[in-house]
């Protein structure tokens, strides 16, 4: 199984989802042979003009081999590539870090990822789970939810977009709390995970 990791998270390694993402890993590694291609998505630049022009004059032909045409294409490989897709992620400002940001702008692309029609923008990938971690210093779901939540929708319509329609959201909300008691949320969300993996759906 080719899974895709894409870490959005200045705190790289130390990230709560960093950590969330290596339990469902291993709990994937239990059942077959895994391989792991990591993102760091921190690391990507924003697009450049070349891309906005092919994206925005489909039918002329355009120099794929440097900048973000090449390197969407990459990450685009790497998406089709994959059988199972992890995303990790902080939330920033209710949304999603700009690193994130970036990764959706590179790989979301009309005439390659989805397809505009008069009914609409249809998705050219095939399905697979894709599974979005989110962490938050406050809550943004549930009862005690105070705040905007625009990560998850978003997440959800642009995966949909480009015919990622299998989307699992599991999230760590509360990371402000003592060293304790972050721990004792990241590690009841990985028995959520384990559970969820274990009884599904994948
Ligand atoms: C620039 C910035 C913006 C943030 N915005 C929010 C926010 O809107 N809501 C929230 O609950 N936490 C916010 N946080 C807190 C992070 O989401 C939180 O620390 C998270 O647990 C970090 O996750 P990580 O361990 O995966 O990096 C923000 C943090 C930063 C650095």
Same mark, same amino acid.
């Given at each position: 199984m080719n899974i895709l990791l894409v870490n959005s998270s200045p705190r790289q390694h130390q990230s709560c989802t960093y950590l969330l993402a290596q339990t469902i890993i291993q709990q994937l590694s239990k059942e077959s042979a895994v391989e792991v291609t990591e993102t760091d998505a921190t690391k990507l630049p924003h697009l450049d003009a070349d891309y906005s022009m092919a994206v925005c004059s489909p039918g002329l032909m355009h120099d794929e081999s440097n900048g973000s045409l090449a390197l969407s294409n990459q990450l685009i490989s790497e998406l089709i590539n994959?059988? *199972?897709?992890i995303i990790a992620s902080p939330m920033h400002n209710y949304s999603l870090p700009s690193a994130l940001k970036s990764w959706v702008d590179h790989v979301v692309r009309a005439g390659r990822t989805f397809n505009i029609s008069p009914t609409g923008k249809h998705g050219v990938l095939n399905d697979k789970?894709?599974?979005?971690?989110?962490?938050?210093?406050?809550? *943004?779901?549930?009862?005690?939810?105070?705040?905007a939540d625009f990560f998850t929708p978003y997440m959800k319509e642009v995966m949909t977009t480009i015919g990622?329609? &299998?989307?699992? *959201? *599991?999230?760590? /909300?509360?990371?402000?709390?003592?060293? /304790?008691?972050?721990? /004792?949320?990241? /590690?009841?969300?990985? &028995?959520?995970v384990k559970y969820h993996l274990e009884n599904a759906l994948v």
């Open positions: 994959a059988d *199972f897709v789970p894709v599974y979005v971690l989110v962490s938050s210093g406050g809550r *943004f779901s549930g009862k005690e939810a105070y705040q990622l329609k &299998n989307i699992q *959201f *599991f999230t760590i /909300e509360g990371t402000v709390g003592s060293h /304790e008691a972050v721990r /004792e949320k990241i /590690e009841s969300v990985q &028995n959520q």
